[in-house]
């Protein structure tokens, strides 16, 4: 990696922000008929997304795309800073968390643990050739996902971004859980474990 990643961070998240608006729809329309023609994509079962901050690239075309069968949820913060999900649907009562990101209203009784999805749509503010992803630093995903450090197990994990949050290389650290498939507005990176093809 050519830079520290708080330098990498803040450069990446300038370039996602100055996007176009244009650039933006249409990136999210790509990139949700590249999440739906995965070979691994679900035709039921629970599947994460996010809600899209600070330049990140949208998923609504893409939820509001999925199969019937299959349970829209969000993140949501948890007191043992792991996350768990929520099922969502737009219109649905929403709270800001500690970083202002909207989380569906539940009770932590109502919650789904990470295990129990069957792909998740991971944010990120960069990632590599091998599937390392580069995200905001406070290390959530890959302590919810780290059971997946053991083998292979569900759930999928793909990243959505731009094409220009690809990066040549990144540091991995030893807690970072890598993505299966990062979708981006012209291309599918497939990094899947010939354990997991």
Do not use: K
Request: charged letters at 20%; proline letters at 9%.
């Amino acid at each position: 990696m050519t830079a520290d990643r708080t330098t990498l961070r803040r450069d990446l998240r300038a370039q996602r922000r100055n996007l176009a608006a244009p650039a933006r729809i249409a990136g999210a329309q790509a990139v949700a008929a590249r999440l739906l023609a995965l070979p691994f994509a679900p035709r039921s079962g629970y599947v994460a997304g996010y809600w899209a901050m600070d330049g990140e690239i949208a998923l609504h075309a893409w939820q509001l795309r999925l199969p019937p069968d299959c349970v829209y949820c969000l993140p949501v913060l948890h007191d043992d800073l792991r996350l768990r999900f929520a099922p969502w649907r737009p219109g649905d009562a929403l709270s800001p968390n500690r970083y202002g990101i909207p989380e569906p209203d539940l009770a932590a009784t109502s919650l789904l643990e990470p295990e129990q999805m069957s792909l998740v749509v991971v944010p990120l503010v960069g990632f590599d050739r091998r599937g390392h992803r580069l995200g905001m630093g406070a290390g959530w995903y890959d302590r919810s996902f780290a059971f997946r450090q053991r083998g292979p197990a569900p759930p999928w994990l793909v990243g959505a971004a731009f094409e220009l949050q690809r990066v040549d290389a990144l540091d991995a650290a030893d807690w970072d859980v890598a993505l299966d498939a990062v979708c981006t507005e012209s291309a599918t990176h497939d990094h899947r474990s010939p354990l997991f093809a």
